[in-house]
């Protein structure tokens, strides 16, 4: 069974710029999820999709926004760039919601590595 | 305030134990997981706890005590393949997942 799967791997971008993240889920997962890593605050929680509907928004601006299509891939978009949105954006995918899931884990993905110049 | 405290570098040799503690205040409790996450790579699943006590899964071991906001990562006969970033995740009341920002292992010959 194919992991997740995210595109691009790596994108440059200048500040006042949008970018577009897009993530497939495992097949047969309909919840995904999306993070921003970063090394000084770690991986912190942006938002969550389950069929093609936000469950959770984490502490986010309204900068970053996010969908998801039917066959469950999602997208993530960050317009007006800044400096500070630099970092890696991992997207986990699971089954169930992440409120239901109990044991069941999340896979990840292996990131988008944004840079903003 | 809201926070997940884990060291953020640890040391220790090949073949030896380790102990990596997370300690946690979040607005409710739904389960902490623990992942590990090589350099340039996804996190992936180690173990989760939702009740107090261990959990063991080969060479990997995880404790949980709610009452004291505490859980710890034990990695026995450590491999010069264990040296990553461990991150610490707890599931909060609301279901948001909040995650400690990581413990960099080092495993020296």
């Known amino acids: 069974k194919a992991g997740v799967t995210q595109t691009p791997r790596y994108l440059i971008k200048t500040r006042g710029q949008q970018v577009t993240l897009s993530c497939s889920p495992i097949?047969?997962?309909?919840?995904v999820s999306w993070y921003q890593q970063t090394p000084g605050q770690g991986l912190q929680f942006l938002f969550e999709y389950f069929s093609e509907t936000q469950r959770n928004k984490g502490n986010f601006p309204g900068r970053f926004s996010g969908r998801q299509f039917s066959n469950s891939r999602s997208e993530m978009n960050v317009s007006t760039l800044e400096l500070g949105d630099s970092a890696l954006y991992l997207c986990?995918?699971?089954?169930?919601?992440?409120?239901?899931?109990?044991?069941?884990?999340?896979?990840f993905g292996p990131g988008t590595r944004l840079l903003v110049l | 305030g809201q926070n997940i405290d884990q060291p953020t570098e640890m040391t220790a040799t090949e073949g030896a134990i380790v102990q990596i503690n997370c300690t946690y205040q979040?607005?409710?409790?739904?389960?902490l997981f623990w992942y590990q996450q090589h350099a340039g790579e996804a996190p992936t699943f180690l173990s989760y706890n939702v009740l107090d006590g261990l959990e063991e899964k080969g060479r990997f071991s995880s404790f949980l005590s709610r009452s004291k906001g505490y859980s710890y990562l034990l990695l026995k006969e450590l491999q010069m393949k264990d040296s990553a970033s461990y991150l610490c995740?707890?599931?909060?009341?609301?279901?948001?997942?909040?995650f400690g920002a990581g413990t960099r292992l080092t495993v020296k010959p």
């Open positions: 995740a707890v599931r909060e009341g609301n279901n948001d997942m909040r």
């Open positions: 979040t607005s409710g409790f739904n389960g």
């Open positions: 986990a995918s699971s089954r169930k919601p992440v409120h239901s899931a109990g044991r069941e884990t999340q896979y």
């Open positions: 097949s047969g997962h309909r919840s």
